[in-house]
């Protein structure tokens, strides 16, 4: 296939083609063109990106509207704007007639591969549907496909992965099927789409031009890289296939070939006062003194660490970990003694996570110093987020034990 991206570097397409690039030189327009876009919109520089590129253009009326929903023909049809190639495929659908706008665009899109005809029910398309967040991830995360096999391995690794957690508040809180957890997957580890502010994906959110203008200039720069280049993406496949991300996003190493893996699920007792017995299930481990740092430094941070989250400014000496485990109590009523003073592992930690706007944004269970106890029940066996520092020197030796001598360590390189 011979397609011609229009980006700002040589990619690579479906069959391994180089594909050079078309941006930039041709009869341009300006976002300052809108009258309903000015310089103060949060989505200006990328409006101004894709006019000029004519990659989305305005209305007769001389507006953009911003924020309009786009259709999937609509998306469609800015997508085969990046490309220049006469490849099509007959598409099949009965609703998309031989005279329709965006009949060539659909019928590249199916060439290119971001549009599967078995993703439509009965051959039909609805051009004129609005087209989901997830419906956009899954297009785009088929293209990435289309490009390199890789980032297909990598979405049904994330899709199938027996640890897997993603940084959105549907994770935890529902509205985010397994099916779609490759496709987010992706578009999160790529940096082509992200959460919002209160940390949901809104899946089942329209999107409107102003985001997708965003959205394609992000897949542009997107497909000039590797899928190793994602730091992003390293942890989420890390995460997926072992639990935690202690290799991608710190310079610890496993110590004596005792990964994480050896310890996940498996029992540690309170062996001090028999108060009740653990399991570790996660670890996710975030560098940065700072909040700046912090979110810089790992794709998990904003599940976790926000303006209330404590750190020690200006000492790299520690490191964050936040630690999912499952406990079960011994006893009728559990404290704070109890627990602290059960364990002489130092990843039993005793503090639930400080940033309270994260717990309810991404509905994370976690330990609540001012109602102590209130999730454990004797008998019961409850899961539930920590957050504690760890030691970060060069050299520094840590790990933990389960009931059966099995061994997790690390050391810092």
Not at 101 to 126: H, Y
Not at 291 to 296: D, E, G, P
């Amino acid at each position: 296939m011979k397609n011609l991206l229009k980006s700002f570097a040589k990619v690579t397409l479906v069959a391994g083609l180089s594909i050079p690039i078309l941006f930039g030189n041709q009869d341009s327009v300006s976002a300052a063109a809108f009258k309903d876009v000015n310089s103060n919109h949060w989505a200006y520089q990328n409006v101004e990106k894709v006019a000029s590129q004519k990659l989305v253009t305005g209305y007769q009326d001389g507006t953009f509207k911003p924020s309009s929903n786009v259709t999937r023909a609509e998306f469609a049809t800015f997508l085969s704007r990046m490309f220049d190639g006469t490849d099509r495929k007959n598409e099949p659908f009965t609703d998309v007639t031989d005279t329709h706008w965006a009949k060539d665009a659909i019928e590249e899109g199916l060439v290119l591969g971001f549009i599967q005809e078995n993703d439509f029910k009965n051959n039909k398309f609805e051009p004129n549907k609005a087209m989901k967040r997830q419906e956009i991830a899954k297009w785009l995360a088929n293209g990435l496909t289309a490009s390199n096999s890789e980032y297909g391995e990598i979405a049904l690794t994330i899709k199938e992965g027996k640890y897997t957690l993603l940084p959105v508040a549907e994770y935890y809180k529902g509205g985010l099927n397994k099916s779609e957890y490759g496709n987010v997957g992706l578009m999160l580890g790529t940096g082509i789409m992200s959460g919002f502010e209160d940390g949901s994906f809104k899946t089942s959110g329209n999107t409107t031009r102003a985001e997708v203008a965003t959205i394609l200039i992000r897949f542009g720069e997107a497909m000039k890289k590797k899928p190793t280049d994602f730091k992003g993406l390293n942890e989420l496949v890390e995460v997926a296939t072992t639990g935690t991300n202690i290799l991608s996003a710190s310079k610890f190493s496993y110590l004596k070939e005792e990964p994480f893996t050896n310890i996940i699920g498996k029992p540690h007792t309170f062996t001090q006062n028999n108060s009740g017995v653990a399991t570790i299930e996660k670890m996710i481990f975030i560098e940065g003194d700072t909040l700046q740092k912090a979110m810089n430094s790992s794709i998990f941070a904003k599940m976790f660490i926000g303006k209330d989250t404590f750190f020690f400014e200006g000492d790299s000496g520690v490191i964050k970990v936040f630690t999912e485990m499952k406990f079960t109590s011994n006893r009728e009523k559990l404290t704070i003694d109890d627990y602290t003073n059960g364990s002489s592992s130092t990843f039993i930690s005793n503090r639930g996570i400080h940033d309270k706007i994260k717990v309810q944004n991404f509905g994370l269970t976690t330990l609540d110093a001012d109602n102590w106890g209130a999730i454990f029940k004797k008998g019961k066996e409850v899961k539930y987020w920590t957050e504690r520092f760890n030691e970060y020197g060069v050299d520094r030796l840590d790990g933990h034990t389960t009931d059966d001598e099995t061994r997790f360590s690390f050391r810092r390189n």
